[in-house]
Each structure stands twice: as C-alpha cells, then as structure tokens.
C-alpha cells in the first residue's frame, strides 16, 4: 500500500472504534462524509487490504507485450540503429506497422540500456537572429562532408540550401568533394524550382570569395569592379547579394541542418541500400520533400519574395564554368588542347586577337559570350597522324681498316730516329 492509503487505513480504524468522528476523518483526508462512510464499510467487509487500488499488480491493457518490446529492441539493434528516439517512432509506425510514441520508445531502450545516440547539452543563453519575414529573402548555404554511405561508399559532400523563412531545404545534391560544380548544380535545381532568391549566405570558402582580393587581366579587360570567383560571378549576373558569414554559429540553420541530416539521412540511405553517389542522388529529391513537409514552418508574410528567372540568357549558361580565350585570325579558339570553331549560323565574326569568354554549361557543348551575344562553337577534328611501317633497320657498314703497307700507314709508322732527308 501507497503512504496515501496506509493514512486512509489508519483514519478509517479510529472512526471504526470512535475515536474519530466521520466528520473530523472527512477534514483530515479531504473527503465527503459518505465517501468515508464508503470506505468504512468496505473496510469492515473486506479488510483493510480493500483500500489498496483495485489495479494494483495488474498490467495495463495498453501495455505492450513481451514479444512486441523484443521485437522493438532487434529492430533497433539489426535495422535502425543509431537512429534517435523521434525518428525511430516514425520509422516504426512506416516500414512495421508498430505505434508507439517516441516517449515510450525511450522507455524502453533506457530499460535495456541502450543510451541516447546523442546527449542532450546544456542551453546556452543567446539571442537568436530572427527569421527572415518573407520565403526567398535569404538562401543559407554549405557543403557537409561525411561518411554518409556507412562505408559501403567512398565519403561524399552533400551541397544543400535553406531558406531562411521557412526553414525549407530549397535543394541538395551529393557530389565526390565540396567543389564547384556540386554549388552550382545545387543552386540550378533550387532556383528552377523556387526561383531566383534576394540574398545567399555562406562560408568564405574561396569556391565563394577569391582569396587574391585583386582582378586578373581578362576581369580588367571585362570591365568587372570586384575580383569575383566564378560562381560570385553568377551570383551577381542572377542579382543574388551575397554575404559572408564569419562564423559557423552565423549561418547556424544549415549546420543544425547538417546534425539533422547526418542523425536521419544516414538511416534513410541505410534502409534504402544505396550503395554509390548515383543512388543516393536518385533518392535525396525524395528525401528532401519529406524532411520539408516534416520540418518547414510557414513565413512570418505569405507573400514571396523570389523573383523570377532572367531571360537574358539561359540559366544554364550563368551558372557554369567560365574562362577566357583569345579569337585567332582563322576564327577559332584552342580549349583544353581542343580546337573549335565557330559555328557557320553564329553571327557576326568577332574581330581576332579579341578576348572572348568561353562558357561550359553542365549539359550540352561549349558557347562563347561577346558583348551579351551567345556564338556556339564546334570542335575541330584533328589531322590524323602519318604512320609508317616499321621495318628492320639496315646493318651499319663496317669500317675499313687499312693494310700494313698502305701509303696511309706508312707515312705515318716512321720512327722520330729517322732523319728525313730532302
């Protein structure tokens, strides 16, 4: 019995032998005078055992049997692993068919001593920045590399953004390395989808922001103001600000982020068996909709701010590689030991010696960019090389060594004894 019900037990037993009034018991255990009359009653029928709850040592009916808990327990230790107690609830209730609450699944793997994947820390006392009002206002960015596969793949970086409004992941593509063609692909994919945001925050990465700090040549001779890398290049055509952020807790929504994805994204691949960077991005569009739609919040002003995709040119011809080339007097360029020229519907000839920018979109071939006007190019194929048989080479001739008596050998085999007389 409970310290409740042995106070009940001892109430009740002084009103059975009148040392207690039913009035001063009902005061002192805050009950009504025919609820302790109840319990005097029961008390005087069945004993004081009667006063202990009816359900005590009996099993809840919405407990979960010994069978059901072991099976939770080898799911987690053979399939799911490593994954917290949240997303393990939601894992169970769609590939097993088994409800349970995250608060319960804690239960019961503290009862079989399987701590939390991660400790919870202390809070730290800040300020935390606002969100942006408005849906596209802001773009936080970076790359994650880590062993997303397991193992069972090389290490890979996941290039990814969110919006800062909302907290929606705009778009992620996995690539080898952190490099420039995983930003720009990854940028493609968002703003075709969204649209072309206000601003992009991101690390100072020199893939973002030059380290040299002064122009080249070819950027002098363009007329650029500012020593920009190839993608603040195209940040700049799309008209994306772009700011630096100083710190890791500056931009700390893509690297809370990243701690979400490398908690879930790692079991979600696992399940999934993808084994190579093709398979994992085959599936990670897929993935990246059911975080939005488990994790995005509405903005604090429905309207959008996105703006729509320039039509100046093609978006695929912005965010791309560039470098410059010079234009010889036969009209062509050399690009990667690869001659070209321009095609006979390109317009007008562009005048030689002339520096030229020359563009190598994700997809499709090369194009070169003068003064805002689009010339597409073809490769020259190259002369084949003469080859000629081999054959055996011919023996040397052996030189011709003189006789004893040759003229050569005598005039020469005199002794300095001998007086040469005229």
Same mark, same amino acid.
């Given at each position: 019995m409970s310290r409740t019900e042995w106070k009940k037990a001892l109430v009740i037993d002084k009103v059975i032998y009148q040392q207690m009034t039913v009035v001063e018991a009902a005061q002192v255990l805050?009950?009504?005078?025919?609820?302790?009359?109840?319990? !005097?009653? !029961?008390?005087l029928q069945e004993g004081t055992e009667a006063l202990a709850h009816g359900n005590r040592g009996r099993a809840p009916a919405h407990t979960f049997t010994t069978t059901t808990r072991e099976q939770i327990l080898h799911l987690y230790a053979n399939t799911y692993y490593g994954a917290n107690r949240c997303h393990f609830s939601e894992l169970l209730a769609e590939h097993e068919g088994i409800q349970v609450s995250p608060s319960t699944i804690g239960r019961i793997l503290t009862q079989a001593g399987i701590a939390p994947t991660r400790q919870r820390r202390r809070s730290k006392t800040h300020r935390p920045r606002d969100r942006k009002p408005q849906a596209g206002m802001l773009w936080q960015t970076d790359a994650s590399t880590h062993d997303w596969l397991e193992g069972r793949g090389a290490k890979m970086a996941l290039h990814g953004a969110i919006d800062d409004a909302t907290g929606m992941v705009t778009a992620a593509v996995?690539?080898?390395?952190?490099d420039l063609l995983g930003y720009f692909t990854m940028m493609e994919k968002g703003i075709r989808r969204y649209g072309v945001p206000l601003a992009l925050y991101s690390d100072r990465h020199q893939i973002f922001f030059s380290p040299q700090g002064s122009l080249t040549m070819e950027q002098e001779l363009a007329g650029d103001k500012e020593a920009l890398t190839q993608l603040g290049t195209?940040?700049?055509?799309?008209?994306?600000?772009?700011i630096a952020a100083r710190s890791p807790q500056a931009k700390g929504r893509v690297e809370r982020l990243w701690e979400t994805f490398q908690d879930r994204l790692l079991i979600e691949l696992r399940i999934r068996q993808v084994c190579s960077l093709e398979e994992a991005n085959t599936v990670l569009d897929e993935l990246i909709d059911r975080h939005n739609r488990r994790f995005a919040v509405l903005p604090e002003n429905s309207e959008s701010a996105y703006q729509s995709i320039p039509d100046t040119m093609p978006l695929a011809h912005i965010l791309c590689r560039r470098e410059f080339r010079t234009v010889t007097a036969a009209q062509t360029i050399s690009y990667q030991s690869t001659l070209y020229r321009f095609q006979a519907n390109s317009a007008n000839p562009i005048p030689s010696r002339t520096t030229v920018e020359v563009r190598h979109p994700r997809e499709g071939g090369l194009v070169v960019y003068y003064k805002d006007v689009c010339y597409l190019l073809q490769p020259i194929p190259s002369a084949a090389k003469i080859t000629t048989s081999k054959t055996s080479p011919e023996p040397k001739a052996k030189g011709h060594k003189p006789a004893p008596t040759h003229p050569w050998r005598q005039s020469r085999s005199f002794s300095k004894s001998q007086k040469v007389t005229p």
């Open positions: 805050g009950l009504s005078k025919r609820q302790v009359l109840r319990l !005097k009653a !029961k008390v996995f690539r080898p390395t952190e195209a940040l700049s055509e799309l008209g994306i600000q772009h």
